[in-house]
């Protein structure tokens, strides 16, 4: 099943099917009563057979990984000319360097040094270049690689605002700030100076 439990299906979002935005969307765990229950209730939409090949726990990472689809080409259109940054090599920043690398993208991930485990293993996944940024410059790195121009994508996996900070002067004017992780508070500060005289393209992306 799929975590939504419930949409109105009545809505301008239903209508066009991006049911994600629908304003009376309830989702299983978090407006429903979550799925650590043997059986639970879903409706008969999210409901998806499963092909032999493939095991519960294979089935279960298919929602991260759709949400990672979902900002990679639905709402950033990445390319195979795109160099990118994903900060935060976590479950979904390494589901969003495998789609991007499957597409062709240049791929810096970024993380810290507690996250030596999971660079190395973003190195396998087939990151480009992985940067610790407890340890290295990342500007200076960026703008080796990209001839002082910057990347052209950003996706936030880390929800952490000095990292989202840290990297909006790295991206080309006119690129793309995608917004996949949540931060701990709705309420940040950002560096909105940047993204107005770089003319970024701030993007959230939701499921």
Known sequence: SETTFYVCGECDYCKEKQYNLCPHRKGIGTQQNG??????????ESI????????????AMSEPLACCVHAMYQKSHLELKDTIIIMGPGPIGLY?????????AFVIMTGITK??????LAKKLGADVIVDTMKEDLAKVVNEIT???????VYDASGAVPAVNASLPLIRKQGQFIQVGLFANKMVDLDTESIIQREIEYIGSRS
């Open 147 to 153: 001839d002082g121009y910057g990347v052209d994508k």
């Open 35 to 44: 799925s650590m229950a043997n059986y639970v209730l879903a409706r008969e």
């Open 115 to 120: 996250d030596a485990h999971r660079l190395a």
């Open 96 to 104: 969003l360097l495998q789609i991007a690398k499957e597409i062709g």
């Open 48 to 59: 998806h057979l499963l092909p032999d090949h493939l095991s519960y726990e294979g089935a």
